[in-house]
């Protein structure tokens, strides 16, 4: 019996004005599929199933950043994001 997998992959930098950003939260939403991005912002998920997704950016001090992806078959994808300082910490 063949095993299949998904040789999907998304790779990437994250950065806010020009500077990366380390250790942010990158998921898939409704799965078990997520990574932290290390400290030159570089990150990689890899074994996406094939479909609609929806890819979610979290990190203490920046906005959320949700973004609607399409994965199809043994796509290997470079995906560079920027983020948003969240100033609202500013006013506790």
């Known amino acids: ?3 299949f997998t ?7 930098t994250i950065s806010s004005n020009s500077e990366s950003v380390p250790f942010v939260n990158i998921y898939i939403s409704k799965t078990k599929i997520g990574t932290t991005s ?3 912002g570089f990150y990689e ?3 996406i199933p094939n479909g609609k997704h929806t890819l979610v950016l979290s990190c203490i001090g920046y906005q959320t950043k949700i973004i ?11 995906r560079d994001f920027s983020l948003i300082e969240d100033n609202s910490l500013d006013e506790i």
Do not use: A, H, R, Y
């Not at 609607?68 to 470079?78: D, G, L, P, R, S």
């Open 1 to 3: 019996m063949p095993v």
């Open 6 to 12: 998904q040789n999907n992959s998304i790779t990437g």
């Open 38 to 40: 290390d400290e030159n």
């Open 45 to 47: 998920l890899k074994n």
């Open 68 to 78: 609607k992806i399409t994965v199809e078959k043994n796509q290997k994808t470079q």
